[in-house]
């Protein structure tokens, strides 16, 4: 006998049997009378520990990396220079508060059953959330069970909307974009291309945004043939630069991310050209590796351990002293300049 089971039996969705069980008031008194009847008939305990059960909270936080599946090589966004550190931070900051954390990856939308089982078994008292679509169902489903949440990386455009009801932590996406292809016009490019993120997520929606205005502050007219879709993947970076250079002869790229541009490097290298002599390049993230390619990487730097430790430490406090509180920060980032971009003569 589990949640699912109680729920089929007194005719009422899991998340409505969490909310019964962990005595939330967004349920009727009818329901939770119904609900309490049957888990007392059939003996249902939950499946937590015995000092959860006397009321304790968990001292578990779940950090749930969102990854995607790639045919030929398996996971995708995990094995990421981006993930590392920004889980070693999250690790770090909740052991100094004698915290643990559980770090799952969501590969296919049915782990997401997994993830909420989780929470609704009180094996976790707090979930971070990093890699995620914009407004992913499954997260709002979480978030309006009532448990606490942090997202990184997530658009909240109203007071309404579940998001305003959790933590998020994002970086400045669009202004980095911005200010990458800012950056290259200001070196006297005009012929930018732009590889683009998962579009499904925040940060490359953002990322198009920025570079977009950039352009149009430049007077340089935007030319959609000169936006190729990636997915975050250094293979994408890869393939969409060769389609790129198929059809257009652009004198710099601006990347949404560093693992692409490592993609992009060996596609440019393939076609015979040169970094910077040929085309330039801009990255995003500012991974370790960034800064030691030849030609070194310039690339915007996402303060990630900034990051990992406010979503953590935030989330936290608002397990401590049981409150759910809404905060939206919006981390400023740095173009870093090295040797991958050149001026026009």
């Not at 790639?70 to 590392?84: A, E, I, R, V």
């Not at 078994?121 to 489903?141: D, R, V």
């Not at 950039?214 to 969409?240: C, D, F, H, Q, W």
């Amino acid at each position: 006998m589990n949640a699912s089971d109680i729920a089929k039996i007194a005719g009422v969705s899991r998340s409505t049997v969490s909310r019964v069980i962990n005595n939330y008031g967004n349920v009727t008194e009818e329901t939770r009378q119904r609900v309490l009847e049957i888990i007392k008939e059939y003996n249902y305990v939950p499946h937590a520990s015995a000092q959860m059960l006397a009321g304790k909270k968990s001292r578990i936080i779940g950090l749930f990396i969102i990854d995607t599946k790639d045919d030929n090589h398996g996971n995708k966004m995990c094995t990421s220079s981006y993930f590392s550190p920004f889980t070693s931070a999250v690790i770090d900051a909740a052991n100094k508060q004698r915290y643990n954390v559980l770090s799952t990856i969501v590969n296919e939308q049915q782990d997401f059953n997994n993830v909420r089982e989780l929470f609704y078994n009180k094996t976790i008292s707090a979930g971070i959330f990093i890699g995620g679509k914009n407004s992913e169902p499954s997260i709002i489903e979480i978030i309006e069970s009532g448990y606490n949440v942090a997202v990184i990386e997530q658009e909240v455009s109203n007071e309404q909307e579940p998001f305003s009801r959790s933590i998020v932590v994002n970086s400045d996406s669009f202004g980095g974009a911005y200010e990458a292809t800012k950056y290259l016009i200001q070196l006297g490019h005009i012929a930018i291309a732009h590889i683009t993120g998962d579009l499904e997520q925040f940060t490359a929606i953002s990322r198009v945004e920025g570079y977009k205005k950039a352009l149009a502050e430049g007077g340089i007219p935007l030319r959609n043939n000169m936006i190729v879709k990636g997915n975050y993947t250094e293979e994408s970076g890869y393939k969409a630069v060769k389609k790129l250079l198929l059809k257009e002869t652009p004198t710099a790229i601006f990347i949404a991310n560093d693992s692409m541009c490592l993609g992009a490097m060996r596609a440019i290298e393939e076609l015979g050209l040169k970094i910077p002599e040929d085309i330039s390049l801009v990255g995003f993230d500012d991974i370790e590796l960034a800064r030691y390619l030849q030609p070194a990487l310039t690339t915007v730097r996402i303060p990630l351990l900034n990051m990992a430790f406010m979503a953590t430490n935030n989330l936290i406090k608002a397990n401590e002293e049981e409150i759910n509180f809404y905060a939206n920060y919006k981390i400023p980032v740095e173009l870093i300049i090295r040797d991958s971009c050149r001026k026009m003569k």
